[in-house]
């Protein structure tokens, strides 16, 4: 769904979904066992985010968001579009949430679609800067392209968390 507000447009992705967009942009999403990946260009305020269901897809001959290796092949061919490198923006992971009592071993599905994105992002030679990836509960997102900040709001909690980078600060 698209909203035009006063001050740019509000995006909400549904399963399957993926944006690309400028710094008039915000995107959305409520993730489970799904992922997200956001890509954002820190000095053109350009970014995307992706809702992807499954780690790849199965017999379809066209690219769908729904899969994690087509949703990111859709983003990195919007940055070329834009005459960007993939080097040029950070990235963040989330979700991979196990949503359901599934025993210690979690969701095959949410572990699943966290291995890929790791995995797909190494092979795009994407550089991540900060991740929220697994445990339960759903995760909602709010990416704001202007400043490339991510909100979580994680789980029943009524508090709200930032994603952390690799050194344990704000991302």
């Not at 992705?13 to 799904?34: A, K, Q, V």
């Not at 790791?118 to 092979?123: G, P």
């Not at 990836?133 to 789980?155: E, H, K, M, P, S």
Request: proline share 2%.
């Amino acid at each position: 769904m698209t909203t035009q507000l006063g001050s740019g447009i509000d995006i909400f992705l549904h399963p399957g979904d993926w944006y690309f967009g400028d710094r008039h942009t915000r995107i959305h999403t409520t993730l489970g066992s799904c992922i997200s990946v956001t890509v954002w260009h820190p000095v053109l305020r350009l970014g995307g985010m992706c809702h992807y269901m499954l780690p790849g897809r199965g017999l379809e001959e066209e690219l769908s968001a729904r899969y994690g290796d087509d949703a990111l092949q859709l983003l990195m061919a919007e940055i070329r579009q834009h005459g960007t490198h993939a080097s040029d923006y950070e990235v963040k992971l989330f979700g991979g949430a196990s949503m359901f009592e599934v025993g210690p071993q979690g969701s095959l599905v949410a572990r699943r679609n966290i291995e890929a994105a790791e995995a797909l992002v190494a092979r795009h030679g994407l550089s991540v800067v900060a991740r929220s990836l697994g445990g339960t509960g759903y995760r909602r997102l709010f990416f704001n392209i202007a400043d490339g900040d991510v909100w979580v709001r994680q789980g029943e909690s009524s508090s709200t968390a930032i994603c952390t980078d690799k050194s344990g600060g704000v991302a």
